[in-house]
């Protein structure tokens, strides 16, 4: 055991770095726009290779919510990478003005289903939305139920 501190003494003094701690990673190498609310992983979808996962991206901007949804595959550096990323047209007009909340998502047989009340800014009534995406990347069903 003698050898040990020897050793050491060896790599400072040949002036190789030491790389135990590694390199600290900033928020920077993060991409997130600054109106997005939140993001969440729901259910998975089948793909040829590797994992697949359905990704839901929430913003706000000027009190309107604005929906994505994302096919997300991991890639063979462990990396989840977007295959595909879907806008939800019938919200993400920016003169709807829908604002969603008690947002949720559940994993379906067939895909996934995301549910959510909506108010609007040119109706006083509330509704409820669903939103069903299957397997295949783009498609998906919106649904809107009047209030109660």
Same mark, same amino acid.
């Given at each position: 055991? #003698?050898?040990?501190?020897?050793?050491?003494?060896?790599?400072?003094?040949?002036?190789?770095?030491?790389?135990?701690?590694?390199?600290?990673?900033?928020?920077?190498?993060?991409?997130?726009?600054?109106?997005?609310?939140?993001?969440?992983?729901?259910?998975?979808?089948?793909?040829? %290779?590797?994992?697949?996962?359905?990704?839901?991206?929430?913003? &706000?901007?000027?009190?309107?919510?604005?929906?994505?949804?994302?096919?997300?595959?991991?890639?063979?550096?462990?990396?989840?990478?977007?295959?595909?990323?879907?806008?939800?047209?019938?919200?993400?007009?920016?003169?709807?003005?829908?604002?969603?909340? #008690?947002?949720?998502?559940?994993?379906?047989?067939?895909?996934?289903?995301?549910?959510?009340?909506?108010?609007?800014?040119?109706?006083? %009534?509330?509704?409820?939305?669903?939103?069903? $995406?299957?397997?295949?990347?783009?498609?998906?069903?919106? &649904? $809107?139920?009047?209030?109660?």
């Amino acid at each position: 055991m #003698r050898t040990a501190p020897w050793l050491a003494a060896l790599a400072l003094a040949s002036g190789a770095p030491a790389h135990a701690l590694g390199m600290d990673v900033p928020y920077e190498r993060f991409a997130t726009a600054e109106a997005v609310d939140w993001v969440q992983v729901c259910g998975q979808w089948p793909v040829r %290779k590797n994992e697949g996962v359905y990704r839901i991206v929430h913003g &706000t901007q000027h009190a309107q919510s604005f929906l994505y949804l994302q096919w997300m595959q991991r890639g063979d550096d462990g990396a989840l990478q977007a295959v595909h990323t879907q806008s939800i047209r019938e919200l993400n007009n920016d003169h709807a003005e829908i604002a969603l909340t #008690r947002i949720a998502c559940h994993a379906t047989r067939n895909g996934i289903r995301i549910t959510a009340r909506a108010s609007s800014g040119h109706e006083e %009534k509330l509704r409820s939305i669903a939103i069903d $995406a299957g397997h295949r990347p783009g498609v998906y069903r919106y &649904t $809107a139920h009047p209030g109660r």
